[in-house]
């Protein structure tokens, strides 16, 4: 069964930290570009980062800059997303994505609440 299950997620005050976790199984991520998205109730769908196969070059969305990093453990057959100094607008459901050819994978999403 090809399948990609997020974890992590959860409530954290403003300014906290959390570690969302991506993990594939059924196949293997390491020739994937994987990508986090998010989503908040009444927003469209936000793209907030990307990292190559090998993990040699990360982007990210301007709104997460500096504060989120993207991370792969391909052995682990795991992607990660790090987000520090979390605000109230980072509310949402993250969900991960996985690209190879004509293979495209969505994960079920994480809920992530900041909120005081």
């Known amino acids: 069964q090809v399948q990609l299950v997020e974890s992590g997620g959860g409530l954290v005050q403003p300014g906290g930290s959390l570690r969302l976790s991506c993990a594939a199984s059924?196949?293997?991520?390491?020739?994937?570009?994987m990508s986090w998205y998010r989503q908040a109730p009444g927003k469209e769908r936000e793209l907030v980062g990307t990292?190559?196969?090998?993990?040699?070059?990360?982007s990210y969305a301007d709104s997460v800059k500096g504060r989120f990093i993207i991370s792969r453990d391909n052995f682990k057959n795991t992607v990660y997303l790090q987000m520090n100094s979390l605000k109230p607008e980072d509310t949402a459901v993250y969900s991960c994505n996985a690209v190879y050819n004509i293979y495209r994978y969505w994960g079920q999403g994480t809920q992530v609440t900041v909120s005081s």
């Open positions: 990292i190559t196969s090998s993990g040699g070059t990360t």
């Open positions: 059924g196949f293997t991520l390491s020739n994937y570009f």
